[in-house]
T-cell receptor, first 120, second 116 residues
């Protein structure tokens, strides 16, 4: 259980184009999903928190107009990199936090396999 | 301020050796959660364990064991009889219980190389 998928797994695009990355929780509902960016040999950097049915919360320094996040359902969040430039090339990872119907709190995030974006 | 420190940037061991990965955390919350994830070369983070701040019991799962000590704010991870397949980057993470954001604070990761 607790499987998260990402699509595409890799993408190459020209500078100035927009790229959409999908994150799906396959076997559970996720009220909250997270988008991270990881540069080579570095840790994960949280970009934004995506909440189903509401606006995403962006971390300081992340341009909300450049990285558009939509969390339209309890199993799907999308990240669109608009007008991509070579400096946006990176490994983008999403995670999903399982929603429980009980009052038990859980903070475990399950991660997708990541999307490698290369902007030429 | 919340912080997770993984002081070991890279560790190399020979197969079958035991290895311990250190994780030290800082938080003002009394309720918090600690995690370990494995990131193999494929890139996907694999969940290994979650510990809440009220449960200091150490845990063993096969060749993996975790030592949680609140007195030293540490949550160390030991791999016994390491194998080449254990080669990966391992991340320790902290989630504070009262923030309501469920965000993780990640350590910088420890790259483990297990040599045959």
């Amino acid at each position: 259980g607790a499987v998260v998928s990402q699509h595409p797994s890799w993408v190459i695009c020209k500078s100035g184009t927009s790229v959409k990355i999908e994150c799906r929780s396959l076997d559970f509902q996720a009220t909250t999903m997270f988008w991270y960016r990881q540069f080579p040999k570095q840790s994960l950097m949280l970009m934004a928190t995506s909440n189903e049915g509401s606006k995403a919360t962006y971390e300081q320094g992340v341009e909300k107009d450049k990285f558009l996040i939509n969390h339209a359902s309890l199993t799907l969040s999308t990240l669109t990199v608009t007008s991509a430039h070579p400096e946006d090339s990176s490994f983008y990872i999403c995670s999903a936090r399982q929603t429980y119907t009980t009052r038990a709190r859980t903070d475990t995030q399950y991660f997708g396999p990541g999307t490698r974006l290369t902007v030429l | 301020a919340q912080k997770v420190t993984q002081a070991q940037t890279e560790i190399s061991v020979v197969e079958k050796e035991d290895v311990t990965l250190d994780c030290v955390y800082e938080t003002r919350d009394t309720t918090y959660y600690l995690f370990w994830y494995k990131q193999p070369p494929s890139g996907e983070l694999v969940f290994l364990i979650r510990r809440n701040s009220f449960d200091e019991q150490n845990e063993i799962s096969g060749r993996y064991s975790w030592n949680f000590q609140k007195s030293t704010s540490s949550f160390n991870f030991t791999i016994t009889a390491s194998q080449v397949v254990d080669s990966a980057v391992y991340f320790c993470a902290l989630s504070e219980g009262t923030s309501g954001t469920y965000k993780y604070i990640f350590g910088t990761g420890t790259r483990l190389k297990v040599l045959a």
